[in-house]
């Protein structure tokens, strides 16, 4: 009996956090399109690119102002953290042949290969709590779970 509703559990679980993700996904971009400024351009949104948000576009916007060469964002995945992998982000002024790069309002994004396996359909935000400032993943398809503070992840079987 343990067993079959262990089972169980295991199926419906991805379908749960599916429809959840979808909800939340819809009522993020209810709120977002709601208070959004009519100068923005929207994002075009392929299927699989990695998404950034207006606050990801506004600080990256930030940081560069002090800059004389322009920097990019770049995430990659790495093994480790308390959820099997980890996010790291770090700035970046130049490319390399395996990456791809997304773009936002002039901002670019850069992700590896390997990692983009990792992150595809995910969206990028900058967060700003009592605690910390940092970038963050705050949505990603491939990941079925991670810790609290959004740092790592546990990857879809």
């Known amino acids: 009996m343990a067993s079959s509703s262990s089972s169980l559990i295991r199926r419906i679980v991805p379908l749960f956090t599916t429809r959840i993700r979808q909800n939340y996904r819809l009522l993020n971009s209810s709120a977002s399109s709601a208070l959004s400024q009519p100068q923005s351009q929207p994002q075009v ?16 916007k930030e940081l560069q102002a002090g800059e004389h060469q322009e920097k990019m964002l770049r995430l990659s995945v790495e093994a480790g953290g308390c959820s099997g992998f980890q996010y790291d982000f770090s700035l970046d002024d130049k490319t390399n042949s ?3 790069i997304f773009e936002r ?3 670019k994004l850069v992700v590896d290969n390997v990692s983009y396996d990792f992150v595809k359909g995910a969206t990028v935000d900058y967060v700003e709590e009592l605690i910390r400032s940092a970038f963050q993943v705050s949505t990603n398809p491939s990941a079925v779970g991670g810790c609290s503070c959004k740092s790592s992840f546990m990857v879809k079987q």
């Not at 699989?48 to 506004?58: A, F, G, K």
């Open 45 to 60: 949104e392929a299927p699989d690119s990695v998404l950034m948000t207006e606050s990801c576009v506004r600080r990256m």
């Open 105 to 107: 309002d002039g901002v």
């Open 98 to 100: 395996d990456d791809r």
